[in-house]
């Protein structure tokens, strides 16, 4: 029975081709916008999956100063005297390392940023990129391999080396295309470094920064050479510490350790604050995973509106075949027709129609979605799941059912006389 509603519902259609195209383009762009729109929001999500992962493999860090958006303070917390936040420095990185200290640690990563405020230069060519200090650690923390040449030394940051580990961004603008970068000279705030290593290119992040864009130098050579880090306590300043744990598992006893240690280091006393923020991936992750949700699910609202719009012609259309066909509804009654076949038949006709441009609807969103990185460089990427799909489907198919119950019943209710006596 369903089968043949389906026959009949195939020629009722085709037999207005124009009405019914126009009829099913709400659902066409509403399945469209919708299956476009969710994947603007998953290719958000996996850009920053991809850029959290960058990082490395089961990381913290920690930085001077509070700032951790990830655990608002609370009216209690508020109440804690708080005093001026005091730097990390280099003595702060060896107490961590050291595993009476911080247990489940792999291994420690200073870092400083250098702020010159001046380009990289290389002849006529110049880049303003991100300088940073960093140890021979840095490569496994931060996973930072370089692909050519090689990385930076503990002999190159004993002796405070002017060498440099660039990214693939750097190369691309200070190089032509034949040029081998390895030993080439580059200016930093117009002191020379010799070009060593090129990091394995990585992309940009989910918040539209290039980690491409950045060149690494010797730690000790960006505190006293390149920049002016100062001391703290007899020991050099760094910008930040990063911690490689064993496993996921071992990361929160390994905040409640540094924690302690950094409260007894900076002489903390009960009631203070305290003056450093510890940052884990897995927070990173999960921050990122309801971000993208909310706007996931905000974008696929929006492109819901163009649903319900089309469902509304879905409806006015039934409507209105109701109404031409009610002498054949008169005559298929008088022949024998029951209530619920005519039922059935302008439900299965609505849902024809709905999935009918549905289909035609994901064609439309998957060419979008494929198209828009093309129109727009900068946006990012779009990541079209089976998931969207079958959404927009089943939204489209219950779109149908919904609206087109009340035009079925209303041709189910009229009487056979009244039908065949209709002009």
Do not use: C
């Not at 001026?84 to 050291?98: Q, R, S």
Request: net charge neutral; no cysteine.
């Amino acid at each position: 029975m369903i089968w043949e509603s389906t026959i009949i519902a195939l020629r009722a259609l085709t037999s207005n081709k124009l009405r019914t195209l126009l009829t099913m383009l709400g659902i066409i762009i509403g399945v469209g916008a919708v299956i476009a729109l969710i994947s603007i929001g998953n290719g958000f999500r996996e850009q920053l999956n991809e850029s959290f992962n960058s990082l490395g493999t089961n990381v913290l860090w920690i930085q001077s100063g509070r700032f951790n958006i990830f655990e608002p303070q609370s009216a209690a917390s508020q109440s804690v005297r708080q005093r001026p936040p005091e730097p990390l420095t280099m003595a702060d990185a060896a107490a961590i390392a050291d595993p009476l200290n911080v247990a489940n640690v792999v291994a420690v990563a200073p870092e400083y940023s250098v702020n010159t405020g001046a380009p990289v230069v290389r002849g006529q060519n110049q880049l303003n990129s991100d300088i940073s200090g960093v140890t021979p650690e840095y490569e496994t923390v931060r996973n930072a391999r370089a692909v050519l040449g090689q990385f930076i030394s503990a002999e190159q940051v004993e002796r405070r080396a002017r060498v440099a580990v660039v990214g693939q961004t750097v190369v691309d603008e200070l190089f032509e295309p034949y040029e081998y970068p390895i030993g080439e000279t580059i200016r930093l705030g117009g002191v020379p470094f010799e070009i060593i290593g090129v990091l394995e290119e990585k992309g940009q992040t989910g918040f539209g920064a290039n980690e491409d864009n950045t060149v690494l130098i010797p730690i000790s050579t960006a505190q006293t050479r390149l920049g002016k880090a100062g001391s703290h306590r007899g020991s050099l300043v760094v910008s930040a510490i990063f911690m490689q744990a064993v496993d996921q598992g071992k990361m929160e006893a390994i905040t409640t350790d540094l924690t302690a240690l950094m409260r007894e280091r900076h002489r903390l006393v009960f009631d203070e604050t305290d003056d450093f923020t510890i940052t884990s991936q897995a927070q990173l992750l999960q921050f990122g995973a309801t971000i993208t949700a909310g706007l996931t699910a905000f974008l696929g609202s929006i492109a819901g509106v163009s649903l319900l719009v089309g469902g509304i012609g879905i409806m006015n259309i039934m409507l209105v075949s109701v109404t031409e066909r009610t002498r054949e509804i008169g005559i298929r009654k008088a022949v024998g027709a029951r209530r619920r076949d005519i039922l059935l038949q302008f439900i299965v006709e609505a849902m024809v129609l709905s999935l009918f441009g549905g289909f035609l609807g994901i064609g439309l969103g998957y060419a979008v979605s494929l198209g828009l990185p093309a129109l727009i460089p900068n946006m990012g990427k779009t990541v079209v799941t089976l998931d969207s799909v079958l959404l927009a489907t089943s939204f489209a198919a219950a779109i149908g059912l919904f609206f087109g119950v009340y035009p079925a019943t209303r041709a189910a209710r009229l009487k056979p006389i009244d039908a065949l006596r209709y002009e």
